[in-house]
């Protein structure tokens, strides 16, 4: 009677992702490969696989050799969610008077344009345009990022930039 050995599958620990974002699945160690559960999987056969999550899911990969013996391994799909940007509102001010802009909802914070912002970093900048501006202001949060806006007027002027 001959005893074979079990084979020894692994798979690879992938980095977290934004959700949205795929990431590449492989195994190693066996010849054939089942994945479990199907959700947001490419396929549910083969060595490689691309998994899109909606949140964070841990996949078991089983693996069979050529004699017909198997085995298991998992790896987790971690999802970092989008930040919830929260945002000063649209807000009119007069010629000469600067107004603060703030954002909330992320670890960190670019603006632009740069045109009349006494910084284009942090949560919390002066703005004091020459003409009534849209400001974006994009936040990152586990290096996921998502963006807002707010415009600046200035009372009295009509142009735009």
Sequence with gaps: MTINPLPVVTVNTPPAICAGQSVTLTANGATTYFWNPASNLSSTSGSTVTSTPLATITYTVTGTDVNGCSSS?????????????????????????????????????AWSPATGLSATTGSSVQALPPVTTTYTVIGDL????????????????????
């Design 142 to 161: 586990n290096g996921c990022t998502a963006s807002a806006q707010v415009t600046v007027s200035i009372n009295g002027i009509t142009l735009t930039v």
């Design 73 to 109: 391994a998992q790896t987790t799909v971690t999802v970092n969610p989008s930040p919830a940007l929260i945002v000063s509102p649209n807000t009119a001010i007069c010629n000469g008077l600067p107004t603060t802009l703030t954002a909330s909802g992320a670890n960190s914070y």
